[in-house]
């Protein structure tokens, strides 16, 4: 088949849709349960109905649109991702698979062409995790991995429930948020890393996602005046930070092939210029392929954790938050990818995800895998993200053409 | 002489000064013209007053109390400290040079003493320097290191301007402030360090005050997701933070007798767990006795930012925001205090102080001496701040005698 997506539409679409939110360095706001990220559903909403999609919204406000097979008893091919956004994220992260769901709809659509198997096209809740944390709240929910309930107590930094918030912007929906019977799960997103730019490929086909685990940690020392205390007397929060900020840049370095390790997020307190840090709150994030490696790495991390707190005399605290194994895709869902690739002359890179996604929960439910378009720089969460247009319509027409693979299947050959 | 303060008075009058602004944790939360700060400032007045002070108040809110001597044209002797605090600090740092000095007159005056020399007790405005920098404004005004405009245009995070927030809490005196003849300085303060505790003894006297330096710098990297980027192409400003708090130890373990160095404010942005630190903002505070020991750190501490800048591939910034020369006190005064020390037989320790403090600038401007008093476990800063009782007491005593012996001089032995 060599039908392929409208550019035109899609861009045209892409640039409206991200004017919602838009922040003045090119990015956009519109973090989940935000009044943005409900003009950007309501957007969607009201484009997926004009594309004559039967909209439906669970409980933990998932969309999906769905269009009709000429079997509807066979399960549906699902195909999306998110339209929520970091703090002054990107204009990629998540809005190109779900617009681009879209679009291979409208290229059916405006082709004729019916499939064996319905097609949904799905936003998922609080993919990014900026405001409401864990990250990947409804697929995760969708997946079984958190119930409701869970999902509607938790609270952003002001205090405000999921729950609540899901009901002020109208999408706290009916439908149950649960596993149910689907044929697949495809995802197109951009790398958010630099190994497809690195090679110069348009699309890379993604065999599965890093495990990784997630340590909320603490120093508790000593807040004495900066000026009168002597070295020898301190019990410094910081320093003992510090060396676990390095000691995960060594263990990173050094523990693993793909293992990679960061601090993202330190505050400390009183944090005063003349106050030795009395307490200090900082994360750690441990990640690849290999569960044992990542098993291995947080082991350092804690012993590192310790040693440092012994040397400066504080007392550590260290939780490990989030968990998540290394999701192998579907190995046949994978080759239908590639093969909608070859099947477009496109050049691919196989490669996994060093970012978490939707597909991570979805493949716990179905066949699963993912297309990958490049970042520019591996730029992503910042407003300076890009992807070159030409690749986003090239990732777009590989799910094209792996949706259709998928769904034209004849219903006997199940 | 004999003649000692009244530790029940000063007691009750701490304990009423410190209702002011108390907070659930045992401090006190009186920010520099907050006000908590002006119902502490209104308490004062009225107490100075009604112990027959005569009340001044500067055009920076320093407030002056003074008591005539025989000779009205003798310059005075001034004693002092300051009633601002830190953000949910202690309740002796500066509060106890205040009421001191005021228990001193109270003393002298149940005692019908007549001085040769008038006596003023000064509370400065501003010393903490936590809502608006830099710290020691209203006695650094005083010894004209700073104009009034420059301290009225200073603003605080939210950007209230220090003159605006004088004039509300009605402390934008008329009296000038600048320089004016004053036989010389003595101000009672906490530690705020170890060393009078380890001695055992009571009593403190200050033969100067460490120099120092602060510096703001920051590291720019980049934001990239701590997944998908490889560990050797990342630019993570919190790395060469971290390098710089190592080296800042141990430099200042290194670098000199009694320097001492301390990171003790650090901002990362975006600061969330799962995204590499693209800047972080920090400060250093260096100190020594010794002036040159105080520029060398400075030094190896700017090439330490430079060298982590280059290893991580980030930008630096760096920018020296504070220089203060160490202050050796006056030696007679010094003695003075040690001599009233011996009268009274209080064992005492002489050290240098490694906190700032008014006195510094003071000596700019007349002879000038302190007395300490112990922290217990060296704390300060903080809600925890505690003085023994008995303590506080001997101090003020020694600053009585050493008043008295500076106020009774004979006019015509000038």
Redesign the interface.
């Known amino acids: 088949m060599d039908r392929t997506v409208s550019s035109d539409r899609l861009r045209e679409r892409f640039d409206e849709f991200n004017e919602i939110g838009a922040t003045d360095r090119g990015g956009v706001n519109r973090p989940s349960l935000s009044d943005a990220n409900r003009r950007a559903r309501d957007t969607l909403v009201e484009w997926f109905e004009a594309a004559g999609l039967a909209v439906t919204v669970d409980e933990l406000g998932n969309i999906f649109g769905r269009r009709p097979g000429r079997n509807a008893d066979l399960p549906p091919v699902l195909v999306g991702s998110h339209v929520d956004s970091?703090?002054n994220g990107g204009r990629y992260d998540g809005v190109i698979g779900v617009l681009g769901g879209l679009e291979i709809v409208e290229t059916l659509n405006d082709a004729g062409i019916e499939t064996e198997r319905p097609i949904e096209v799905v936003a998922w809740s609080n993919e990014e995790g900026?405001r409401f944390q864990p990250?990947m709240l409804g697929s995760g929910a969708f997946a079984g991995k958190f119930d409701v309930e869970f999902a509607y107590d938790l609270t952003d930094k002001e205090g405000n429930r999921f729950g609540d918030e899901l009901e002020r912007i109208g999408y706290r929906g009916d439908a149950p948020c649960e596993p149910r019977d689907l044929h697949c799960y495809l995802e197109l997103h951009v790398?958010?890393?630099?190994?497809l730019e690195a090679a110069g490929h348009s699309v890379g086909v993604v065999e599965g996602v890093?495990g990784?685990v997630?340590f909320d940690a603490a120093f508790e020392g000593?807040?004495?005046?900066?000026?009168?205390?002597?070295?020898h007397?301190r019990h410094?929060a910081?320093?003992a930070?510090?060396?676990v900020?390095?000691a995960v840049?060594r263990i990173?370095?050094t523990g693993g092939e793909d293992?990679?390790?960061?601090?993202?997020?330190?505050?400390?307190s009183?944090?005063?210029?003349?106050?030795?840090?009395?307490r200090v709150d900082f994360?750690v994030?441990l990640?690849s392929y290999d569960d044992d490696v990542v098993d291995q790495a947080a082991e350092k991390v804690q012993r590192e954790i310790a040693h440092a707190a012994g040397r400066e005399g504080v007392d550590p605290e260290c939780e490990e938050v989030m968990r998540i194994e290394s999701q192998s895709f579907d190995d046949d869902l994978v080759e239908t990818v590639a093969d909608a690739a070859d099947d477009l002359g496109a050049a691919y890179t196989r490669l996994v995800?060093?970012?978490?996604h939707d597909a991570s929960y979805l493949n716990r439910v179905c066949p699963t895998a993912m297309v990958f378009v490049p970042s520019v720089d591996?730029?992503?969460?910042?407003e300076g993200e890009f992807t070159e247009w030409e690749d986003v319509v090239a990732g777009t027409n590989v799910l094209l053409h792996a949706v259709l693979a998928q769904a034209s299947e004849a219903a006997d050959v199940e």
């Open positions: 970091q703090f900026v990250d790398e958010q890393g630099p190994k890093y990784f997630w000593a807040a004495d005046h900066a000026g009168p205390t002597p070295m007397q410094d910081l320093v930070t510090s060396d900020v390095e840049r990173a370095g293992l990679v390790g960061t601090v993202g997020s330190v505050d400390v009183p944090n005063a210029i003349n106050v030795i840090p009395e994360t994030d990640r995800s060093g970012a978490g591996g730029v992503s969460h910042t």
